[in-house]
């Protein structure tokens, strides 16, 4: 595809990288949308070598579209590629099945999974009702304690899964620190940087196996698509990847693909503008009594607001959670209701504002007791904050609390 890129730097990868340069001269700015389901070649032998070769042969095998955004994000990602899938939870499910495959080997072996406790609650689903039910073991721990995750090791998993962000507590695990001590178990690290996106963290610069992204978030950024995407450290694992990409077949299709990599263009300016205005909107809250805890990483008092500093290069993201009082179901479906701006609607990243409320949209399915210990109470609301003039936000935020008050 492009010319040898990989001296460019992240700003400009996110601009140019994976467009399509055709060999025969003239050329489009953008990566057209390649609408088809198969390819002809000049003559059968051409078509014969391009199956040996992973050449172009069907859209579930490989399409130059989708190819041009698997490009960007393994550059931006900082691994040797990536493969889209059709949505964030495909890529979970292809990025465990991957790191579950011994080394050699054409197919997943079930095994021991540490998972963080405090991970998207689909994922979690996801490991207990299909991993979990299929021969895999599944452990969660407080990542958030590199000595819990220690004594965890002990036991010899053979995937550390993790959110460096995690969702919707904002909890931050100490990246560098886990991978040291997977490595000394020679545990494969998987991460989900969704909340992150690459423009905060890149955990293959810290020795990340596989990184994962719902794409439909920060990636997208305009809530007009669902996808996801697995970046690869190693040839290995991208192999893997796409073996099982090709089998299970949730490919993602041109034009999703085509409408991700335009959102990745300006996912720097986007993800700075968010963390910026989430900023100021975490320190107005924090002055409200109608709101009891803010968490935001960004914030000195949080926890873990010295390790942010030195992961998020001087950025916290534009996420902020908060707890509203009382913390019962009755005020926040009032308090989302009064919104006029900040739109009540389950997804994060986007250009515009969202909230939601986590005990009844990511963590629907998990028990209240689970919830309890997780610290995910009946008044959490988890903000996902735009690039709209931040006096807006607030002016929203204050007129609903004022409705509820
Ligand atoms: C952290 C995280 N991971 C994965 C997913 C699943 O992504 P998708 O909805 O694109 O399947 C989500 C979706 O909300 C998420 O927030």
Redesign the pocket.
């Known amino acids: 595809m492009s010319p040898n890129t990989s001296r460019r730097r992240f700003d400009t990868l996110l601009v140019h990288e994976g467009e399509y340069v055709p060999t025969d001269g003239v050329r489009a700015t953008a990566t057209p949308i390649f609408a088809t389901s198969t390819f002809v070649h000049r003559t059968a032998a051409d078509l014969d070598q391009a199956f040996d070769e992973n050449g172009l042969v069907y859209s579930r095998y490989g399409n130059p579209t989708v190819s041009g955004f698997e490009q960007a994000v393994g550059a931006i990602e900082g691994g040797v590629g990536a493969v889209a899938f059709a ?4 890529a ?1 499910h292809v990025a465990l099945l991957a790191a579950s495959t011994p080394r050699g080997a054409l197919q997943p072996a079930p095994c021991a999974i540490l998972a963080a406790q405090d991970i ?1 609650g ?2 979690q689903t996801l490991l207990n009702q299909f991993f979990a039910t299929q021969g895999w073991s599944v452990t969660y721990c407080d990542m958030t304690d590199p000595q819990a995750v220690a004594e965890q090791l002990r036991r010899a998993p053979a995937i550390l899964f993790f ?1 460096p962000i995690s ?1 919707p507590l904002l909890k931050l695990t100490d990246l560098p620190a886990l991978v040291a001590l997977a490595r000394e178990v020679g545990a494969r690290v998987v991460v ?1 940087n ?2 992150a996106s690459p423009v905060l963290l890149r955990p293959i610069a810290h020795g990340a196996d596989l990184v ?1 992204h ?4 920060y990636l997208g950024g305009h809530g007009d698509v ?3 995407v697995v970046a690869a450290r190693s040839h290995l694992l991208q192999d893997t990847l796409r073996r099982y990409s090709k089998l299970l077949g949730a490919t993602l299709g041109p034009h999703e693909a085509r409408m991700l990599a335009r959102g990745l263009k300006t996912l720097s300016l986007r993800v700075r503008q968010q963390s910026t205005n989430a900023h100021q909107v975490a320190h107005w809250l924090a002055a409200q009594p109608q709101v009891g805890q803010v968490y935001y990483p960004g914030l000195p008092e949080h926890p873990q607001h010295e390790l942010a500093r030195q992961l998020f290069g001087g950025l916290f993201g534009g996420m902020v959670s908060f707890d509203l009082l009382p913390a019962e179901r009755s005020t926040v479906f009032a308090f989302m209701d009064a919104l006029r701006l900040v739109l009540p609607a389950t ?2 990243g986007d250009v515009f504002s969202l909230v939601s409320y986590s005990a009844r949209s ?1 963590h629907r399915e998990v028990s209240a007791e689970e919830r309890q210990v997780q610290g995910i109470g009946d008044g959490l609301l988890r903000l996902s904050v735009g690039i709209e003039d931040v006096a807006d936000i607030i002016e929203d935020l204050e007129q609903a609390l004022a409705v509820v008050q």
């Open positions: 949505s964030g939870m495909a979970l998207f689909t994922t959110e969702n989900d969704t909340l994962v719902s794409a439909s978030k669902i996808g996801g997804t994060l990511s």
